[in-house]
């Protein structure tokens, strides 16, 4: 199991100290110390103060972000969990993804899905209906532009007339694409275009909230990971070369019983498939989360709690 780290301003109780550039040098450099595989942030450009105040968190913008951690690291992926495709054009993805990929030598895991706040969808002028139809095309237009930029793309909105000039990634034919969702949708996806998949195990109020279908157990996810890796094999793909993200539960490491639980859940789901695991940090100071870091990399990293 490979664990990437959820940058810990991304959850509600967060204090803002987390924003602050010496804290994400810190909080980066330290992560990578202490053995984690890639660094993750999410997007919200214009989220709502509902959305907020019931729970959302702050959030940099990710490429900025991932760009500042890659020039205090060396080697630790960096990650967008996730990047909303539909927000933007897909050139304009391109060359964020691309700048990104460039300035960090080439860690990006791009980690993309549909979004599913409708008032940030308002507030960013995208129709939030069309939001699986504009990802389908961002996806492809990715792609094309990322392995054949010569080549002018078109779609809704936008289209290039002629022979384009664009920088390639320094990953080739292109940065892993990773995509998020539990729908036939994002099998689909995957398939087509990706090589790494994060579903979400929630129940289904909480999927619901996000847009996405209920995958309640691990049971379930055990399905239609399957389900994932027949088509990946119909399609004429090796079933296993796809990544597999889920999250990590909440591990006390100062409770044998905490990390004996999280063991056992986690080694159901790698049971399943899953080889990366996205860990959370709930402290309330960067001191209390970077010494939660080095302590997860002994108890859990380090100690392969998931053989």
């Not at 030598?105 to 995208?126: D, N, Q, T």
């Not at 940090?281 to 998931?306: H, M, Q, S």
Request: glycine share 8%; hydrophobic share 45%; proline share 7%.
């Amino acid at each position: 199991m490979r664990y990437t780290l959820e940058y810990p301003s991304e959850l509600p109780t967060a204090p803002d100290d987390f924003l602050e550039p010496a804290v994400i040098r810190d909080v980066a450099t330290r992560a990578e110390a202490a053995g984690f595989s890639a660094i993750a942030l999410s997007e919200h450009p214009a989220p709502s103060l509902k959305w907020r105040r019931g729970g959302g968190h702050d959030t940099l913008d990710p490429i900025a972000a991932l760009s500042f951690m890659a020039a205090v690291t060396s080697d630790i992926r960096l990650m967008t969990n996730l990047y909303v495709l539909p927000f933007r054009n897909p050139y304009l993805a391109a060359k964020s993804l691309t700048s990104l990929d460039i300035l960090s030598g080439g860690r990006l895991i791009a980690g993309v899905g549909a979004g599913y706040l409708r008032s940030e969808f308002a507030a960013l002028g995208v129709d939030v209906e069309s939001r699986a139809r504009l990802l389908d095309e961002a996806l492809s237009a990715l792609r094309s532009i990322w392995t054949d930029p010569e080549t002018p793309v078109s779609g809704e909105g936008f289209t290039a007339t002629g022979p384009m000039w664009l920088q390639p990634p320094v990953q080739r034919p292109h940065p892993p694409i990773w995509i998020g969702g539990n729908t036939a949708a994002a099998i689909r996806r995957v398939v087509q275009h990706g090589s790494g998949w994060m579903p979400l195990i929630a129940p289904a109020g909480m999927a619901s909230a996000i847009g996405t279908a209920a995958l309640e157990n691990a049971e379930q996810f055990g399905a239609l990971l399957h389900r994932l890796r027949n088509a990946l094999a119909d399609a004429g793909c090796d079933p296993l070369s796809v990544d597999v993200q889920v999250i990590c539960p909440w591990i006390d490491l100062d409770d044998d019983s905490s990390l004996r639980q999280a063991q056992d859940a986690l080694g159901e789901l790698a049971g399943h498939g899953a080889n990366w695991a996205v860990a959370h940090v709930e402290a309330a100071t960067p001191r209390e989360a970077c010494d939660y870091l080095d302590a997860f990399g002994e108890a859990v990293i380090a100690a392969d709690l998931v053989s």
